[in-house]
């Protein structure tokens, strides 16, 4: 009996043990069931209904401004140059003048010239003198020799005298028109030794000193006429005959006077949309057939001078009209390894990753080729939350989705 006693108390602590581990157990899956969190909520995204409606379509061209008339300021007469009258870079007028050539050498070849008529003049009142004096020899001596008071080889002599101051008299004449003549470009160049600007306009940069000796082919500077301002762009063919299409010419085909010309917007280098709208004077007479297109010419107001002559810019016109075009936010597509994908939520606001094949952007949508269809809804809002298969929450976007 005294041996059984320790067998007993030791049964007695291993159960006891084993049934704190079984509680510990029992208490440590509660715990656990306990703390594991709600499965979570499917995720709010803003959705926006595939819009349908037409829409404008526009080609944009890189654009190459010029004057709407540029002329290079030549001398017509060879000199020194002795003063520049403008101040480069600012609006001169026609027949203002710009330069000045030395005049000293052309006044003296007026004087000349003056000094040649009234030689000229002299000699014609001297012959005019002596034609008279024929004249009166010859109404004297024909009586005479009719009566044989005197030799008729006199009176030969007197004839042929006043046919000889006739002559003299018809030379002189013409040396006096000749001396005007070299007065009047004596003057003419006189007044070329002051070079006038032949057109309204900004003038450019002089590209010579004064004192140079210049001459007919030196390029003193060029004044170009900037309001209005062309722009020269290059278009397709395809976009040609759309454009001309649209406009209705003449039998001439003169897009100046078109009834409904195309309206033109310049997009500047800045990115700023140019406040004048432009209009197509015309079309270059071919197309370039290395490169498929053809050169366009329009024009655009220009208060202020703003534009000058090679700037650039981007010219954006409308070609034609997209019947029915589908559009989207363009944050509501995604580009991935050259494709293009959008967030379609369907009926039970599942998931549906498409494939889509974009057109133009049209203000802050997308036109949509294919892919999509009308009254659809596409996750512009989360795009990055989602995933093919997986429910959300859609809520409408706040994003005003108007075509502009």
Known sequence: MPIAEPKKSSRRRLTIAASTICLMGVMLSACEQKASPPPPAPPEVGVTTVIQQDVPTYGNWVATLDG???ANIQPQVSGYLIRQDYREGSFVHKGEVLFEIDPRPFQAVLDAAKAQLAQANGQLAQAQAQLGLAEINVKRDTPLAQAHAIAQSQLDNDIQTRAQQMAAVETSRASIQAAQAGIEQAQLNLGFTKVRSLLDGIAGIATTQIGNLVSQTTILTTVSQVNPIKAYFPISEQEYLQVAQRMKTGPSGDWLHASNSVPLK???????????????????????????????????????????????????????????????????????????????????????????????????????ETGLHPGERVVSQGVAKVRDGAVVTPKPDEFKAEAS
Not at 287 to 306: H, M
Not at 309 to 336: C, M
Request: avoid cysteine.
């Open 266 to 368: 310049l997009i500047l280098a800045n990115g700023n949309m140019f406040a004048q709208t432009g209009r197509i004077i015309f079309a270059d007479r071919q197309v370039d057939q290395q490169t498929g297109t053809i050169r366009i010419v329009g024009a655009f107001a220009n208060p202020g001078n703003l534009l000058r002559p090679g700037q650039f810019g981007r010219v954006q016109a409308e070609t034609g009209i997209h019947r029915d075009a589908l559009l989207v936010p363009q944050r509501a597509v995604s580009e991935l390894q050259g494709r293009y994908q959008v967030a379609v939520v369907g009926a039970d606001n599942k998931v549906s990753i498409r494939n889509v094949t974009p057109g133009e952007r049209v203000g802050q949508l997308w036109l949509i």
């Open 68 to 70: 709407y008339e540029n």
